[in-house]
């Protein structure tokens, strides 16, 4: 497991209604990946997927092995501040997972432009904070995850596996970049994954 020293836990006020960390939890430079967590699980151990624990009725399935310790079936629609906030838990202070909220203000009101060393997001109060490139062979490395279950979705053990996610990364279109005026295209959206996933974290904190 990788560890943000606390000289790099910066705060950046975008102008939205919380400030955004400026690297991802592990990391300690803006263009650093980070670690990669399950959902409200701090320790960054990758559950691995066995048959033998597969059980397929309505309440169980493998997804559900991430929540706290991949053993309790059925988490909180949010975990936003509690102890099973992997930014709280890893940052301490004010720290916190974003909502879906606060993460669909950062597509929709932040401009992102990307360079050779990162993605960087103009926020409406002038000031940017960086993201990683994306790996090539790898869309996960910029799906981030929000500290709440989607519930927009209607199937209900999809409701109960769904987290919201949000995506900062570069527009492709059949394993190629998209382009513009000779520029790549930066694609951002709020979308969902299942909780057992491993995703990096972007933290947030009050003002």
């Known amino acids: 497991m990788l560890f943000t020293l ?9 102008g939205l209604s919380v400030k955004w960390a400026t690297c991802n939890i592990g990391a ?3 263009t650093e990946k980070g670690n990669k967590y399950g959902w409200g699980d ?30 309790e079936p059925e988490p909180p629609t949010s975990i936003v501040g509690t102890r099973y906030d992997v930014a709280k838990q890893s940052w301490g202070g004010n720290w916190r997972m974003p909502t ?9 009101k932040c401009e992102f432009v990307i360079r050779d060393n990162g993605i960087i997001a103009f926020g ?14 790898s869309l996960n490395n910029y799906e981030y995850a929000a500290g709440e279950m989607d519930t927009r ?7 109960r596996n ?17 382009m513009v005026d000779g520029k790549p295209k930066v694609y951002s959206n709020t979308d969902n994954a299942f909780r057992s996933d491993m995703l990096p974290i972007r933290a947030v904190c009050d003002y």
Not at 125 to 137: L, Q, R, T
Not at 153 to 159: C, E, G, S, Y
Request: aromatic share 10%; net charge negative.
């Open 6 to 14: 606390p000289e790099n836990r910066q705060a950046v006020d975008l």
């Open 28 to 30: 300690n430079k803006p």
């Open 42 to 71: 701090s320790s960054g151990v990758i559950y691995t997927f066995s048959f033998d624990d597969f059980i397929t009725d309505e309440n169980t399935d493998f997804h559900g092995y991430a929540y706290p310790k991949r053993l």
């Open 100 to 108: 879906l909220l606060e993460a669909q203000e950062l597509v929709d």
């Open 124 to 137: 409406p109060s002038g000031d940017s904070i960086v993201f990683p490139n994306p790996a090539k062979e």
């Open 153 to 159: 979705l209607i199937i209900k053990t999809d409701r």
């Open 162 to 178: 769904t987290i919201c996610t949000f995506i900062i990364g570069q527009e492709m279109l059949n394993g190629s970049p998209v």
